[in-house]
């Protein structure tokens, strides 16, 4: 009688009871609760950080070009002469992915791999489509990042001197001095996260994003995509800075700018 009765103690010593293993399981969930975010937001610095390092690629396969073609700007559309992508190609640009159009120049062709921004979630194309997806698999522009329309020279709405455009010098049109404020190529924004191209592909003249303190239109909250509603934007100096929406800022986000 002893001896069982010591050896149930003994066994009793070593097992859990329902309530404790309940216990448990609550304090477990209630931290796997209170690390989740923290691990959501480093995966979305990390989504942040390659896109960061696309833009500064994407500025050395500028600086390559122009290194070669009398540091000349690759011209865009609507000059006649193609998308700055398509006048890159892959050998700045390098491994691409072949993607279906959808009848409209450009047409079927070649979808570069470091236009890809990894924060892209999907954004509704109001004129075409109902299904969300991201820019960087738009039938018509694939890329996720928006560039001045300044730089190449396009001759909408700026001016029709794009020979005067010289890479991390100045853009297409050098008499103008709009606005007034930006004065060096570090000012001078170049190709940033780009907003919900709707089907169109043509950004804002000024990307202003929002009026007074109105909250920003669904088709321009996409480019502030990364945490702390920001966007990664590349000046014409080659850094990359972090740019928040102007309705929370009071400073607006040029994306068109002749130095």
Same mark, same amino acid.
């Given at each position: 009688m002893g001896p069982n009765r010591q050896s149930a103690v003994g066994n009793r010593q070593f097992s859990f ?16 609760? !209170? ?5 959501? =937001?480093?995966?979305? &610095?990390? @989504?942040?950080? $390659?896109?960061?390092?696309?833009? @500064? ?11 070669? *073609? #009398?540091?000349? $700007? ?19 640009? %390098? ?13 079927? %062709?070649?979808?570069? @791999?470091?236009? @890809?921004?990894?924060?892209?979630? %999907? ?7 109902? #299904?969300?997806?991201? !820019? ?11 560039? =001045?329309?300044?730089?190449?020279? *396009? ?7 794009? &020979?005067?455009?010289? +890479? ?12 007034? #404020? ?5 000012? $001078?924004? +170049? ?15 000024? +990307? ?8 920003? /239109? ?14 990664? !934007? ?19 986000? /040029? ?5």
């Amino acid at each position: 009688m002893g001896p069982n009765r010591q050896s149930a103690v003994g066994n009793r010593q070593f097992s859990f009871t329902l309530i404790e293993l309940l216990v448990v399981v609550a304090i477990i969930s209630i931290l796997a609760a !209170m690390l989740l975010p923290s691990l959501q =937001n480093a995966k979305e &610095a990390g @989504k942040s950080a $390659v896109c960061v390092s696309n833009l @500064k690629q994407i500025y050395t396969a500028f600086a390559l070009y122009a290194a070669d *073609n #009398n540091e000349a $700007v690759p011209n865009s559309y609507p000059a006649g002469s193609g998308y700055y992508w398509q006048n890159l190609g892959t050998q700045y640009l %390098g491994p691409t992915e072949t993607y279906p159009g959808d009848g409209q120049p450009p047409a079927n %062709g070649p979808r570069y @791999k470091i236009l @890809k921004c990894p924060g892209e979630k %999907g954004a509704w194309l109001l004129d075409w489509t109902a #299904n969300p997806i991201k !820019m960087y698999d738009h039938p018509r522009i694939p890329t996720s990042y928006g560039i =001045n329309y300044a730089i190449p020279g *396009n001759p909408w709405p700026f001016g029709t001197n794009s &020979a005067r455009a010289i +890479f991390a010098q100045r853009t297409g049109d050098a008499s103008s001095t709009w606005p007034l #404020n930006m004065t060096s190529v570090s000012d $001078v924004h +170049f190709m940033m996260d780009c907003r919900n191209w709707a089907g169109s592909g043509w950004e804002d003249p000024t +990307f202003s994003y929002g009026i007074d303190s109105l909250p920003l /239109w669904p088709w321009s909250s996409y480019a502030f995509r990364h945490p702390g509603k920001r966007a990664n !934007m590349l000046y014409y100096d080659g850094h990359v800075g972090s740019v928040r929406p102007f309705f929370e800022t009071g400073k607006y986000v /040029w994306n068109c700018k002749f130095p």
